[in-house]
């Protein structure tokens, strides 16, 4: 179960200090520059509830590692709808839609 509280959610806390706003379908790429920077998502901590990631898992990332890897070349794909808003804090909206997953190039066609 993913979040900050472990509720499925990407939502914002005040007692989440990583800001876990981001969901990201995470690929090895990712998983790689995260471990490189010291942020190793593939390795399970139960102790935590983290079942470890591979690639295809969605997650909610912390905003600032996100956007690390993103200035990295390395950025995971984005559910926008499943984003906390607060994510814009940090990343402007422009650069998450250029990773989303989830936003057809024609709103229109949800419609039809």
Partial sequence: MTGFL?????TADPQDPGSHTICAVVTEEFLRFQREIGN?????RPRWGFPGLVPGDRWCVTTANWLRAHRSGAAAFVVLACTHEEAL???PLAVLREH?????ADPGDLLA
């Fill in 6 to 10: 472990r509720d499925g959610s990407c």
């Fill in 40 to 44: 190793d998502l593939s390795t399970p």
């Fill in 89 to 91: 804090d940090l990343v």
């Fill in 100 to 104: 989303a997953v989830d936003v057809p």
